[in-house]
């Protein structure tokens, strides 16, 4: 990301070793050893392991490599603000004042020097000054520093693993990667894209040439620019779920395609089996993809099938009233046509969507029996898989070969009629010119500048085409449309996110307990209960998320070192429910990595009311304790509680501000889909393109990606992405027949 590139080199160089003690200080506060363990392990008489129980008890956050970890953590994928504002404080304690400013009276001694760094304080001591500073509403800039560092230690420490595939905490929570069983159930013969495929990271610029030109393409040295040329009939810039469609689509028509992308190829045999790992080489920012302010962590993909690749397989369609609000009162016809529907159907059809599920995971079976004995609605979701399909683990790529996203199905389709697929590549700017072929709009588009990201190959690469599609996603369609010098208001702003929030509850894991499994196994979403208002109209949707050991924890509410680890013992057997909205509020990204977004107080409003039933959900199927991750820990113990009660606790549940916020109590949102960003509009003035998905400033510029929708859809967009994608490259194919191939 280019938000905090410059910091990289120096922050590794300029650490100091005080820091650094400052941190170990830190960690072992958030992490500390409890003294006796055995008093805890009697509250977890369930658990199935006690001497790994007892040893997670026993450990010290700083007796790891875990601060290093962390450090490097911030420094590669924090913000500028976050890498600045966690150097300043972890000075700051390094230094006898800076520990007073603030530890205060905490950091105070009887003997000279009369102040102690804030390393030097008693365990005790430290873990009060955190408490009082996650609860510091004033000064909220150091509150937000502590939160950076206790995230990514908690994620570090949970999420890494030794050379043999070990992590010594995951005994004791419960949590086991089973490399055997997630292999593919057939032997792979050759990469489905092997024979489309070009990865510039394994070349050099010699021998990239001669790859381009083994895969049918025209390239060569353009002595001008200094750049490596290709000639092409179409580019689309992203291979995710809108950019598959489209190099599908083109392809088929007969015309040579470029996919490029940024991110590189993984198979099931190669995908990550790990959670650190997995984020790190198949998500934005290595998954670590915050808001500028900190309150919204947001996932998206980057690899060959971007966000289809590791997203969670849920299919659904298009509500009918979503395509109703698009063609009457955004105006645009395609969402109210038969060609739209017949994409839908299609698309579903192509993607082996299958509507049932052979056996449900534990999360889910949770999600169904709740809302079975409430007498609420639940349903089915489709997925992009089998019926049988248990893989609680594609959210790092579908290690079984199962899941059928755009790098399985769409992309495959695209190189079966001779499109290329160029990885390591990104796209810096598109190539216009002035239009003077006498056209309406003002400029015209002849491909993109692109940069390889191997640093072997240091010349720009040039890509000719007659039709460029951007499908780079809603979060970086935009600054590339910027930063190629189109201006239209509506291009980044928009931006529909459906954050998230989450309620737990915790069943232990007691012979007579109906539901089987953990809460990372299994098919991630199979079901769903809607959230609706008197009128019936839908305020939220429930789900089911995917959550590893890592990213449990950095959701976790931190209270104490004990109720930390307390709550970690319990990972495996804690069901977590996801609240989505429709957001009517928007954000802004205009430049790649700077991501602002605040949530609109009706969607907050929808929010809450997703957050209490989902509670209900949790106490109806019998969990022992249920809770929200606001910072005060807020939870309820279910055993003998009565109805008064209940409703007392559900009255109590909020959509908080986040960390800057000046609240006591605050909490952090998630998201996990983009739209709207680059949207279609009836003119110039609604939407940043035309009804054809062409930018209304340049010619042959198309979009194809999430960031074409008019807003939000509120429920999972894959489906809704990959039709409109199928009508707009549909469309591109006629105009060009129409108008034939020439620039």
């Known amino acids: 990301m280019g938000n905090h590139a410059d910091t990289k080199s120096f922050g590794h160089r300029e650490v100091t070793a005080a820091e650094m003690e400052s941190l170990a200080s830190f960690c072992e506060a958030v992490l500390p050893p409890v003294p006796h363990p055995e008093e805890l392990l009697g509250e977890d008489d369930h658990h199935r392991n006690k001497e790994a129980l007892r040893s997670f008890y026993s450990t010290c956050g700083s007796q790891t490599p875990v601060a290093r970890q962390t450090i490097d953590l911030i420094i590669k994928r924090g913000t500028i603000e976050a890498y600045f504002a966690t150097r300043l404080v972890l000075f700051l304690l390094s ?18 020097p009369f102040v102690e760094k804030f390393s030097e304080l008693s365990l005790a001591k430290r873990e009060r000054v955190l408490q009082k500073q996650f609860r510091n509403w004033f000064f909220t800039p150091i509150r937000a520093a502590f939160v950076y560092i206790k995230v990514a230690f908690l994620f570090c420490f949970f999420s890494r693993v030794s050379p043999n595939g070990e992590n010594p905490a995951w005994e004791a929570i419960g949590y086991r990667v089973n490399l055997d069983e997630n292999k593919p159930s057939e032997p792979q013969k050759e990469r489905p894209l092997e024979k489309g495929i070009v990865e510039t990271m394994k070349e050099t610029e010699q021998t990239l040439l001669e790859s381009l030109a083994q895969k049918g393409l025209e390239a060569d040295h353009d002595a001008e620019h200094d750049a490596i040329r290709i000639k092409c009939d179409a580019v689309v810039v992203g291979s995710g779920s809108g950019g598959g469609v489209a190099a599908f689509v083109l392809a088929k028509a007969g015309l040579k395609v470029i996919v490029m992308e940024k991110g590189n190829y993984y198979t099931e045999s190669d995908y990550p089996p790990f959670e650190g790992h997995g984020m790190d080489k198949l998500y934005e ?50 969402f109210g046509t038969k060609e739209y529907v017949s994409a839908m159907e299609l698309v579903w059809k192509r993607m082996g969507v299958t509507e049932t599920c052979a056996m449900e995971g534990f999360q889910n079976q949770v999600l169904r029996k709740g809302c079975e004995n409430l007498g609420i609605n639940v349903q089915n979701v489709a997925r992009n898989s089998s019926e049988k399909h248990y893989c609680g683990s ?26 290329v697929v160029l990885t390591g590549c990104k796209a810096e700017r598109f190539i216009l010119e002035k239009n003077r072929g006498g056209g309406k709009k003002k400029m015209k588009c002849l491909g993109v500048m692109a940069k390889s990201l191997n640093g072997n190959i240091a010349k720009k690469i040039k890509i000719e085409a007659k039709v460029t599609v951007s499908a780079a996603g809603s979060l970086l369609t935009p600054p590339l449309m910027i930063s190629s010098g189109l201006r239209n208001r509506n291009i980044g702003k928009n931006l529909h996110l459906h954050p998230v929030l989450m309620a737990w509850g915790y069943f232990p894991d007691k012979e007579s307990s109906s539901f089987k499994g953990k809460s990372y196994e299994g098919g991630i979403i199979t079901s769903m209960s809607k959230v609706l208002s008197e009128d019936s109209e839908v305020r939220a949707i429930i789900e089911t998320p995917a959550l590893g050991p890592g990213s449990f924890s950095v959701l976790c509410p931190w209270t104490s070192g004990v109720d930390m680890k307390k709550r970690m013992s319990r990972y495996s057997r804690t069901a977590n429910l996801i609240t989505i909205v429709r957001d009517r509020g928007s954000g802004e990204v205009k430049t790649e990595g700077r991501i602002s977004y605040v949530v609109d107080k009706t969607d907050k409003e929808n929010l809450r009311a997703g957050l209490r039933q989902s509670l209900r959900i949790l106490i109806a ?67 940043a393109l035309d009804l054809n998905g062409e930018s209304w400033e340049a010619e042959k510029l198309f979009v194809c990606d999430g960031s074409v929708l008019p807003t939000a859809v509120g429920v999972n967009p894959m489906i809704t992405i990959m039709s409109t994608a199928y009508c707009i490259s549909t469309r591109i194919v006629k105009s060009m027949t129409t108008t034939g191939l020439s620039h």
Request: proline share 2%; aromatic share 4%; hydrophobic share 35%.
């Open 95 to 112: 230094t006898r004042l800076g520990t007073l400013l603030i530890c205060g009276t905490e950091c105070l001694a009887s003997s000279w």
């Open 285 to 334: 920012n290595g998954g670590i993809l915050p808001s500028i302010d900190g309150d919204l962590m947001i996932l998206a993909g980057a690899t060959v099938g971007g966000g289809s690749a590791v997203n969670w397989s849920a299919c659904i369609k298009t509500p009918k009233s979503v395509l109703q609000e698009w063609s009457e009162d955004h105006k645009i016809p395609l």
């Open 394 to 419: 594609c959210g790092y790529g579908c290690r079984q070969g199962e899941k059928k996203g755009s790098d399985r199905i769409w992309l495959v389709d695209a190189v079966s009629h001779g499109a």
């Open 621 to 687: 199927a019998g969990a022992e304790e249920v809770g929200t991750h606001r910072s005060d820990g807020q939870k309820l113990m279910c055993k003998g509680v009565d109805d008064k009660s209940i409703e007392e606790f559900l009255d109590s549940v909020s959509a908080v501000e986040g960390p800057k916020a000046m609240t006591e109590k605050w909490g952090v949102y998630s998201s996990a889909h983009q739209m709207g960003s680059c949207r279609i509009g009836e003119d110039e003035k609604e939407g």
